[in-house]
């Protein structure tokens, strides 16, 4: 008993408090930028503009976006049952094999079918992949945070085999898949806008951004109006009382661990479907490790999570243009002030809710 | 020299509260509340639920931060704004769940937090010296080498004041102090504060049973909705003019009701034992039959197996041996599980209602439907319609009274006596033939604890079979219309309510066997 919990207003708690790390984050992230020598005025310019002064540059914002959606909602589904799913990494890489593998096999399907079956797919290899943790976790007592961790190298390790050894493009010195057919990817967004009269220059962005958008919808339906949403957030915030109610703790956490997995599909949904139209090695690239991030700052809340989503999406395109135009600041510094903004955001959630509360105290005061 | 001579002027009081508010959202728990504790004296403070005594002493103890007021100890006005501020201002808290660590010894437990330096043994020197001096000033015996989950509750209770007075408290505050207690450990409580007392100190004791207060202490405040509504010499009221302020209406203390008129055998046990997960049988052999229309109690001392047969009975735990008859029928291990049974018309008020019948990070409304969150009432298909839960919860809190009737606000929110009437409202709207009651007015005050007796008795007139299990022997023999006493797992006895005595009953808790 330390102290006391920090109860804040709704807006402030949801709103607030994640715009003071943020800039708290910019912050500290500015002093680095000025300690190698660089305006941290003209970076955050150049930033800005990379990821939003453009067409082309919010496109590729959004793609990014797509995928810090998906992540940030499985990691967010497993937080109100109560676990941290650190998994999405190894349970995207088993939905790119799923994607693949019904991409290449179905490949006689005509795309209306197609597509749909492979995003099914998809969802149904990280369902399975997030599910099995579950089920140890509540059959088994091994923790997730363990076992989903472990999780992610079996299944780099199981991609990398069958990415040699058995469906790998014959002759290929790279690790990947041969490319799917013209019918079963994606469509670009500027394809899909084009009958619109809207002129888009081509980027990666394509119409799994929308399927994302609609995971948002859902997940928040399913977490805040639904009869499974209740069952997971009572075990999640008293598995004791859950039982109580007749809600089976284990199942709930099989079910939570399941769904999650299925949304860290979705990050394979937008890359091998959507943009690479093959498999590749490590299509992952830490996107699944940033959902934990997003879903922090989110607040679990699908509006938070779509909203850090855009932040993250806006850090990771602003900074590739800033490492292009300042060959000064490399990608690496890009991904410090990116770490710098995940401490802020998440860890040091609480030194910043107790800056909030004594300054709303003050305001009322006045 | 404008100052007036020190021994002209009376002592300051210990603790001076002015105009002390605190408002949560919509609910104003403190109102301009002024309290005046005279230093070396036990000061009583009693109120309803939600009456906002514990808000007061939060704001005391640094937990919250009134919106405005003053707060002076010994004359000198001081901000806390956290709970080491009181502790240096010289105020001790004994919180009603102990803040104690179950695997460390007694002397480790109160040197916690305040160790003096990087190196434990100096300071658990000091310590051992410093609680031998204490011991023996207030006549608190304890070993401090004794592993603190071994004590006894009462014993556990004195770990938390030993530590209040080595952090040098002058004034205790003491949050619903003899809710775990047994009667004998109770009285040792109450000598001990008179020692406290004599020896110059200041307690205060927040409670809700006006025996204590009449036993024990020299003036008592009364709080009303937020408000302080007077402040009396004990010995100058009674403890029905004490109810009388509180509820600010009179109030019937004693529990009317008619002769009981039992129908058929509703739940029939036999044989049941339950053996835990240390090898520990906490069950042993229990028969019962329970009759659509009795309250049945069940009297004993915490931990005699009471817990486990609630529990056994709502399909929380499964038994390892026996027989469960519901109407007749033999209940087998699928349907012993708490949401078929709940179908069945077996409800359940949990004994620990925070940690197993509430979900206090939900909003009441959402509490309101736990365990009936499947009905097709509260939303279409896999849906859950706001509306409709609010709707629900609205009505309920009107019928139960809960205070505020807010359905949005956060069960956690919510005052201990409110939150068992969310509880007593979610499974006693549903129609129950069978109803286990655990504790249901522990740490629940006078006006509640009158409302929700008067709620257990109706049900019971209009033919539910009640299982009462309480560690209030009053309770027990005031709502029953037979009683089991139970000791060890075991059931020790049976009386009829009209016929049993405190004493005999006493025995019967204590194993001693019926004399044949």
């Known amino acids: 008993m330390s102290a006391a919990p920090i109860d804040l207003p709704r807006w402030a708690n949801a709103g607030l408090v994640p715009l003071v790390s943020v800039a708290a984050a910019l912050l500290v992230a500015g002093l680095v930028v000025i300690g190698i020598g660089e305006s941290p005025l003209e970076a955050t310019t150049l930033l800005l503009r990379g990821a939003l002064g453009s067409a082309e540059g919010v496109s590729f914002t959004l793609y990014y976006t797509t995928n810090f959606i998906f992540t940030g909602l499985a990691v967010a589904v497993a937080f109100h049952a109560g676990l941290f799913n650190i998994g999405g990494e190894g349970q995207a890489t088993i939905a790119g094999i799923f994607v693949a593998l019904a991409c290449l096999w179905l490949a006689p399907l005509p795309g209306i079918l197609l597509v749909p079956l492979a995003i099914l797919a998809a969802a149904a290899g990280g369902a399975l992949y997030g599910f099995i943790p579950g089920w140890l976790q509540a059959t088994r007592g091994s923790h997730v945070v363990i076992t989903t961790i472990m999780f992610n190298f079996i299944a780099a390790t199981l991609s990398v085999y069958l990415l040699v050894e058995v469906i790998g493009k014959p002759g290929s010195m790279q690790a990947e898949t041969p490319e799917f057919a013209r019918h079963a990817i994606l469509t670009p967004m500027h394809e899909l806008l084009a009958p619109l009269g809207l002129k888009l220059p081509a980027t990666p962005l394509n119409s799994a951004f929308l399927l994302a958008l609609a995971a948002l919808v859902a997940v928040?339906?399913?977490?805040?109006?639904?009869?499974?949403?209740y069952a997971i957030r009572t075990v999640g915030a008293n598995p004791r009382a859950a039982a109580y109610a007749g809600i089976s703790p284990a199942r709930i956490i099989m079910v939570a661990m399941a769904i999650s997995g299925a949304l860290a599909g979705g990050l394979a949904v937008n890359e091998v479907m959507g943009v690479q139209h093959r498999l590749l090695l490590d299509f992952t690239a830490g996107y699944g490790f940033v959902g934990i991030a997003v879903a922090l700052m989110g607040r679990g809340h699908p509006v938070g999570v779509g909203l850090a989503a855009l932040l993250f999406g806006v850090l990771y395109q602003g900074g590739a243009e800033l490492s292009f135009d300042k060959p000064s600041i490399t990608r690496d510094m890009v991904v410090v002030i990116g770490g710098v903004i995940i401490l802020f955001a998440g860890a040091l959630d609480g030194l910043f809710r107790r800056v909030v509360a004594s300054g709303l105290r003050f305001g009322s005061a006045r | 020299m404008t100052e007036p001579p020190r021994s002209a002027v009376k002592p300051a009081p210990a603790i001076e509260l002015i105009g002390i508010s605190k408002r949560f959202g919509p609910v104003q728990a403190n109102k301009d509340v002024a309290l005046k504790v005279a230093a070396g004296s036990i000061h009583g403070i009693v109120g309803e639920n939600g009456a906002g005594k514990s808000t007061l002493m939060s704001i005391l103890y640094g937990f919250y931060e009134a919106d405005s007021g003053e707060i002076r100890v010994s004359g000198t006005a001081r901000k806390i704004r956290a709970p080491g501020e009181a502790i240096a201002a010289g105020i001790g808290m004994v919180h009603q769940h102990f803040m104690l660590v179950e695997t460390l010894s007694v002397v480790e437990n109160v040197v916690l937090g305040a160790e003096g330096g990087a190196w434990l043994k100096g300071g658990l020197a000091r310590a051992r010296a410093e609680l031998a001096r204490l011991s023996q000033e207030y006549g608190l015996v304890i070993d401090p080498d004794a592993i603190v989950g071994d004590l006894?509750?009462?014993?556990?209770?004195?770990?938390?004041?030993?530590?209040?007075?080595?952090?040098?408290?002058?004034?205790?505050?003491?949050?619903?102090?003899?809710?775990?207690?047994?009667?004998?450990?109770?009285?040792?409580?109450?000598?001990?504060?008179?020692?406290?007392?004599?020896?110059?100190?200041?307690?205060?004791?927040?409670?809700?049973k006006l025996r204590?207060?009449?036993?024990?202490?020299?003036?008592?405040?009364?709080?009303?909705?937020?408000e302080m509504v007077a402040h009396v010499k004990t010995a100058e009221t009674s403890p029905a003019t004490l109810a009388e302020a509180m509820v600010g209406r009179r109030v019937l203390l004693r529990v009317e009701k008619a002769p009981r008129q039992p129908g058929p055998a509703v739940l029939e046990i036999a044989g049941l034992s339950y053996v835990d997960g240390r090898d520990c049988e906490t069950l042993k052999?229990?028969?019962?039959?329970?009759?659509?229309?009795?309250?049945?109690?069940?009297?004993?001392?915490?931990?005699?197996?009471?817990?486990?047969?609630?529990?056994?009975?709502?399909?929380?735990?499964?038994?390892?041996?026996?027989?469960?008859?519901?109407?007749?029928?033999?209940?087998?291990?699928?349907?012993?599980?708490?949401?078929?049974?709940?179908?069945?018309?077996?409800?359940?008020?949990?004994?620990?209602?925070?940690?197993?019948?509430?979900?206090t990070a939900f909003s009441a409304a959402e509490n309101a439907i736990l365990g009936y969150h499947d009905d097709p009432a509260?939303?279409?298909?896999?849906?859950?319609?706001?509306?409709?839960?609010?709707?629900?919860a609205?009505?309920?809190?009107?019928?139960?009274?809960?205070?505020?009737?807010?359905?949005?606000?956060?069960t956690a929110k919510f005052s201990g006596g409110n939150q068992q009437k969310i509880v007593l409202a979610r499974e006693i709207e549903r129609a129950p033939k069978v109803l286990l009651v655990g504790q249901p007015t522990r740490g629940v005050d006078i006006g509640a604890i009158e409302f929700i007796h008067r709620r257990l008795i109706a049900l019971r007139d209009a033919g539910v079979a009640i299982l009462l299990v309480s560690v209030e022997l009053e309770e027990v023999m005031a709502l029953s219309d037979r009683i089991l006493a139970m000791c060890g797992g075991r059931i020790t006895g049976e009386r009829a309510a009209e016929t049993a005595d405190e004493r005999d009953l006493g025995l019967l808790m204590a194993g001693v066997s019926e004399a044949a």
């Open chain 2, 394 to 410: 609205r009505a309920a809190f009107a019928a139960y009274d809960v205070r505020p009737p807010d359905p949005a606000l956060k």
């Open chain 2, 212 to 226: 204590e207060i009449m036993n024990v202490t020299d003036r008592v405040s009364v709080m009303r909705r937020g």
């Open chain 2, 152 to 208: 006894s509750v009462g014993l556990q209770q004195r770990v938390e004041i030993l530590k209040a007075l080595y952090r040098g408290a002058d004034i205790l505050i003491l949050d619903e102090p003899t809710a775990v207690l047994t009667p004998p450990e109770a009285n040792q409580l109450f000598c001990l504060l008179r020692a406290l007392k004599a020896q110059g100190k200041t307690v205060i004791l927040i409670t809700h």
């Open chain 1, 220 to 229: 928040w339906a399913l977490i805040y109006r639904s009869r499974l949403g």
């Open chain 2, 378 to 392: 509260f939303g279409p298909g896999p849906f859950l319609s706001h509306a409709a839960i609010e709707a629900h």
């Open chain 2, 285 to 359: 052999d229990v028969s019962l039959t329970l009759h659509a229309g009795e309250i049945v109690g069940i009297a004993g001392v915490a931990g005699n197996g009471q817990s486990e047969l609630l529990e056994a009975l709502a399909g929380l735990i499964q038994p390892s041996r026996g027989v469960i008859r519901f109407n007749g029928q033999i209940l087998n291990a699928a349907e012993r599980n708490p949401a078929r049974l709940r179908k069945l018309g077996l409800m359940h008020i949990p004994e620990d209602r925070q940690k197993a019948g509430l979900v």
